[in-house]
């Protein structure tokens, strides 16, 4: 057999860097779940998920990906609900933000504590930046989100819990991302989310945003939610960040309690 030509090689090369993703194993086809995972999203329906009543059909499947307008007719809660209950688990989502037609006036400059920086005079330092709002309920409520959305601070914190004035100090720097890995609006972005006992951690983009949060009063079971968030006024405009994302790639590996 002849040696490969020098055109013929980098061929090859082109089509194994193709191959390849950012961590560098093989990119796997989406919505097939890898070894020891199984896929919660098929690519195609809404099988094992419960679309909201009245919705309206704003959330579709489009080209195998989950996707959200923000514009859900339903009545009451508008977000994505898985029909299972999990318990201890691990999680994988991919998701993106399409866009950011809003700007919200009211982006907050986040400590790493997980308080609120002020100017010299006592007042809380804001920005006013394009956003978009979303996140992953886990054990069944809002409350126990992880976060997706354009601050500063990265997407992964758990806003319901470090915005609560009961949270303790510990417990509120833990639920605080320790790095910003958001990748650019458009691009998709990978959360692994462990929850294990009363413990979260999440990791985008294989980053560890979230080291290991225990938070006291997590259920001990409950479905998962992809968020609605935002709406528009009567006169058409984005009164909120809108969710205006697509989720794909959502693969569940169930841990046994010990």
Not at 26 to 52: E, K, T, Y
Not at 114 to 127: I, N, P, Q
Not at 153 to 171: A, C, F, H, K, V
């Amino acid at each position: 057999m002849n040696p490969p030509s020098s055109s013929h090689a980098s061929i090859v090369a082109a089509l194994l860097w193709c191959s390849l993703s950012v961590g560098g194993a093989a990119r796997a086809a989406d919505n097939i779940a890898p070894p020891g995972f199984v896929s919660l999203f098929n690519g195609q329906d809404f099988a094992g998920w419960r679309v909201p009543a009245g919705d309206g059909g704003h959330w579709k499947v489009i080209d195998g990906a989950i996707d959200y307008d923000a514009l859900s007719q339903a009545p009451g809660d508008k977000s994505l609900w898985s029909e299972r209950e999990y318990g201890d688990f691990v999680l994988r989502v991919d998701w993106r933000i399409k866009e950011t037609p809003y700007v919200n006036p009211n982006v907050p400059y986040i400590l790493p504590d997980g308080t609120h920086a002020r100017d010299v005079h006592g007042k809380e330092l804001r920005l006013a930046l394009p956003d978009s709002d979303s996140g992953i309920f886990i054990r069944g409520n809002g409350r126990y989100q992880v976060n997706i959305w354009c601050w500063p601070i990265g997407s992964g914190e758990m806003y319901g819990l470090r915005t609560d004035r009961n949270t303790s100090p510990e417990l509120r720097a833990a639920v605080t991302p320790r790095t910003q890995a958001d990748l650019p609006v458009g691009q998709w972005n990978r959360f692994e989310i462990t929850v294990r006992g009363n413990t979260v951690t999440t990791v985008l983009n294989g980053k560890t945003v979230i080291p290991g949060a225990t938070i006291p009063d997590l259920p001990p079971r409950g479905r998962l939610a992809l968020q609605h968030h935002g709406g528009k006024n009567a006169s058409g405009q984005w009164n909120s960040p809108p969710s205006l994302l697509q989720f794909k790639n959502i693969f569940m590996k169930e841990l046994t309690t010990p």
